[in-house]
């Protein structure tokens, strides 16, 4: 069935590196935009990032601009974002999520703790 | 950025009775670009409504969608035990934003 398994999150310092996956299976990957979208506990959702179907186009929210990048293998059906200077406001749960306008498949989401 | 601002905060409401979910929009969406999920405790959003009326591949026809311009509305006619949850819009200007949620709670 269409499915998206995040994994790579855990506990990292302030000013850390971490280095998320998410594997898709059950539909053509390299047809589609993928996201990700992030949840801060007790909070609501927020959109981070996306890339294009052939990795030629990606947007970031302002907040993760500069620190984050999405890439994408369509080979491995894999998608990626590596988050670095990371701060305690970036902890949350991290879902990665396909389309670009209207995200239909969603995966369970791995949590990323930022704290010393 | 366009701000999504969803009403009321907290809905409470008794199973069978209908839900109509707000949310209002700082500037002008198009209507291909609105959306609405569902999310229960500990699980992923739920797509329901894209394109601001269409609803998502096996969403029961009790949940509608409607609006324009600025304000979008999402009904559930009769609620069922399963629908208390927190709803969010979503609309994709140069960048998605979400709305803050609107929960619904059991009366």
């Known amino acids: 069935q269409v499915q998206l398994v995040e994994s790579g999150g855990g506990l990292v310092k302030p000013g850390g590196s971490l280095r998320l996956s998410c594997a898709a299976s059950?539909?053509?990957?390299?047809?589609?935009?993928m996201s990700w979208i992030r949840q801060a506990p007790g909070k609501g959702l927020e959109w981070v990032s996306y890339?294009?179907?052939?990795?030629?186009?990606?947007n970031y929210a302002d907040s993760v601009k500069g620190r984050f990048t999405i890439s994408r293998d369509n080979a491995k059906n894999s998608l990626y974002l590596q988050m670095n200077s990371l701060r305690a406001e970036d902890t949350a749960v991290y879902y990665c999520?396909?389309?670009?306008?209207?995200?239909?498949?969603w995966g369970q989401g791995t949590m990323v703790t930022v704290s010393s | 950025e366009i701000v999504l601002t969803q009403s009321p905060g907290t809905l409470s409401l008794s199973p069978g009775e209908r839900a109509t979910l707000s949310c209002r929009a700082s500037?002008?969406?198009?209507?291909?670009?609105l959306a609405w999920y569902q999310q229960k405790p500990g699980q992923a959003p739920r797509l329901l409504i894209y394109?601001?009326?269409s609803r998502a591949t096996g969403i029961p026809d009790r949940f509608s969608g409607s609006g324009s311009g600025t304000d979008f509305t999402l009904t559930i006619s009769r609620l069922e035990p399963e629908d208390f949850a927190v709803y969010y819009c979503?609309?994709?200007?140069?960048?998605?934003?979400f709305g803050q949620g609107t929960k619904v709670e059991i009366k």
């Open positions: 059950g539909f053509t990957f390299s047809d589609y935009y």
């Open positions: 999520a396909r389309g670009k306008y209207a995200f239909d498949i």
């Open positions: 890339i294009s179907s052939s990795s030629s186009y990606t």
């Open positions: 394109g601001a009326s």
């Open positions: 500037q002008s969406v198009s209507s291909s670009y």
């Open positions: 979503q609309q994709y200007g140069s960048s998605p934003t």
